[in-house]
């Protein structure tokens, strides 16, 4: 996937990995063997996978899994690789006009919908909106579901968020991504590592985000649009012009990292790490 942006000092001194994937950026992100921080170390390899990345976008209501993180897992499955979006409520309480009952049938049925124009899947497991629990249950029951689609990217929530949801669902991902990746914690999957994890750029989780991935999503942006506008909230109906952030978000994200449209990412902070073998990689 081309434009994959990487920053440096500042945001005028990008590193532009040109005709790389996605499978090479994250190799190359989270040190040698490109294993999360906390995770045992494996063997060093240069080589980028062969097959095509899988990215799973992991959020606390249904518009946050396609507004804020449809984006990256258009592009995974533009290039060939899997894609699922996952969240974790249904968001049935948006709407202060319409039952949380009827809504939230409205949400699953639009996530399908929406998911079908990207070729993702996606999938639910209904805790009540409002009350994500930040607990075992949760956090295994994501678990088996990364162990399920084995992606090698997620995409979730930044802490930085006044949405207490949003705050759980970044807690429960930390906790589901180190289950998921216990060989000796025995589930109905075998143990799976996530190559690379970020945050999106969520305008409800803004406190100390600061972005230091540009990826272009110029190849898949109107299906991107396509497949949010499909939500009843995309247009402002709960209050918030959700279409017109995002859009202009993401043309604002790609005259920062010189193409048409992208989505700004934050990685964790170990993964920002570089090894560097001479001083001429540097």
């Known amino acids: 996937m081309k434009g994959i942006m990487s920053a440096a000092t500042t945001r005028r001194e990008m590193i532009r990995l040109s005709g790389a994937t996605l499978a090479a950026f994250y190799a190359g992100g989270a040190g040698p063997s490109g ?91 209904e805790y009540p909106d409002g009350e994500l629990p930040v607990n075992d249950e949760a956090s295994l029951a994501v678990c088996d579901l990364i162990r399920r689609y084995r992606p090698s990217i997620i995409v979730t929530h930044w802490k930085g968020s006044w949405h207490k949801d949003h705050r759980a669902c970044y807690e429960i991902v930390q906790n589901a991504i180190f289950y998921a990746g216990l060989p000796a914690l025995t589930r109905g999957e075998p143990a799976h590592e996530v190559r690379a994890l970020f945050f999106a750029d969520n305008w409800e989780d803004a406190d100390n985000f600061v972005a230091d991935t540009y990826l272009d999503i110029t190849p898949v942006f109107q299906q991107y649009l396509g497949a949010c506008s499909i939500f009843p909230m995309w247009r402002g109906e709960t209050g918030f012009r959700y279409n017109d952030y995002y859009s202009s978000r993401a043309v604002e994200c790609g005259c920062l990292s010189r193409c048409r449209q992208a989505v700004a990412l934050m990685s964790p902070a170990g993964q920002r790490v570089r090894y560097l073998h001479a001083l001429q990689e540097i």
Request: a negative charge; aromatic letters at 4%.
């Open 35 to 125: 294993q999360l921080p906390g995770q045992p170390a494996g063997e060093i390899s240069p080589s980028v996978p062969a097959t095509p990345p899988s990215v799973m976008a992991i959020a606390a209501h249904p518009g946050d899994s396609f507004f804020a993180m449809g984006g990256p897992v258009a592009l995974a499955t533009h290039q060939g690789g899997g894609g699922t979006l996952l969240s974790l409520t249904l968001g049935e309480r948006g709407s202060s006009t319409i039952a949380a009952a009827q809504y939230g049938s409205m949400q699953r049925e639009a996530s399908r919908k929406a998911a079908s124009l990207i070729t993702a899947e996606a999938q639910f497991l």
